[in-house]
């Protein structure tokens, strides 16, 4: 039996956020290896390097690239392997061409870590994660896709920046995909267990400097905020890598815990055979389950507009 004296974290894509995700976990505790794999073995390579460097100040830690060999005995792999979207490229193409990469490395990362847990970042999120699951053979519970945690991070940053209250202080969600048909569902957002609307009321009443409340400037934010960041910096890194470092933080701590995730839906609001992001239990063994949190009728019928679209998808590809 295989002697092991920490927790081992595989990375699979070495590019701006798979770097850095492996930075972020370079700097904290969750693992005692980081393996950075690349198909540009030298980017892999020079990252691997870069950030071994960097961690002269903490306790010791391995930061190495490799192969799929190297994977061996993994306890957590972040996949973020794929290309970005091209000006004038459809919305299939990419995907198609992302499934392609996926179908590419499940075989590979499956033989090698079965008894990893599986965190898939590449886009489209939910459409690769439900690959994975086809072409891997992994169990179901073993793999979630990071969906709407960074959608649900960009809502809670603007929620906190318009009522001026911590972000810790803001529960909110956004449900579906991660992409057009995602929608936030207000009837379960909360302020410190407050409901949204009303303790906007409350903040006015008590003049706590709340700014004025539109519902589709935020839900607009949301969606466009991260084109925003392409546009203007040339591609996204920060936020997803802190959303799966909150994601990693979970699967390796003593309890499970609640937080938005993309799995595979069994029944809940009517949806099965897709993953979508929705409340979900995750801890150390995985995902233990979904919360199907009481919606709305026009949530529910959102949510099903969004696994609609996402099958419609599925349906184009050759699986």
């Given amino acids: 039996m295989e002697n092991k004296t920490g927790r081992k974290i595989t990375i699979i894509g070495a590019g701006s956020v798979g770097a850095t995700i492996a930075y972020s976990l370079s700097q904290r505790s969750h ?171 409350l903040a006015n009443d008590m003049k706590l400097g709340v700014e004025p409340i539109d519902k589709d400037e935020i839900y607009t934010y949301v969606q466009k905020s991260g084109g925003t960041i392409i546009a203007d910096k040339g591609a996204t890194f920060y936020g997803i890598a802190a959303s799966v470092m909150n994601i990693i933080t979970m699967l390796t701590s003593a309890y499970d815990a609640c937080t938005c995730c993309s799995t595979m839906m069994h029944g809940e609001y009517g949806i099965d055979d897709v993953c979508l992001s929705m409340i979900t239990i995750i801890g150390p063994n995985g995902v233990k389950g979904r919360v199907p949190m009481p919606l709305t009728d026009e949530e529910v019928a959102k949510m099903q507009k969004s696994a609609q679209a996402m099958k419609d998808l599925i349906a184009q590809l050759e699986l």
């Fill in 31 to 201: 693992a005692s290896e980081i393996l950075l794999i690349d198909v540009n073995e030298k980017k892999a390579s020079g990252e691997a390097l870069d950030i071994a460097q960097a961690t002269s100040f903490r306790d010791p830690i391995r930061v190495v690239d490799g192969t799929y060999e190297d994977a061996k005995g993994s306890d957590i792999v972040i996949i973020t392997s794929g290309i970005a979207r091209k000006p004038g490229q459809t919305r299939l193409d990419l995907t198609k061409t992302n499934v392609g990469i996926i179908k590419s490395i499940a075989p590979q990362i499956a033989k090698v870590a079965p008894d990893a847990l599986y965190v898939l970042v590449s886009n489209p999120v939910d459409i690769l994660t439900y690959v994975f699951m086809k072409e891997s053979g992994i169990p179901e519970n073993q793999i979630l896709g990071t969906g709407t945690a960074l959608d649900s991070a960009r809502l809670k940053c603007i929620l906190a920046e318009k009522l001026n209250i911590a972000q810790k202080n803001v529960h909110s969600y956004v449900f579906g995909e991660h992409g057009d048909t995602s929608f936030i569902p207000w009837s379960a957002c909360r302020i410190s267990g407050v409901q949204f609307d009303e303790y906007v009321k």
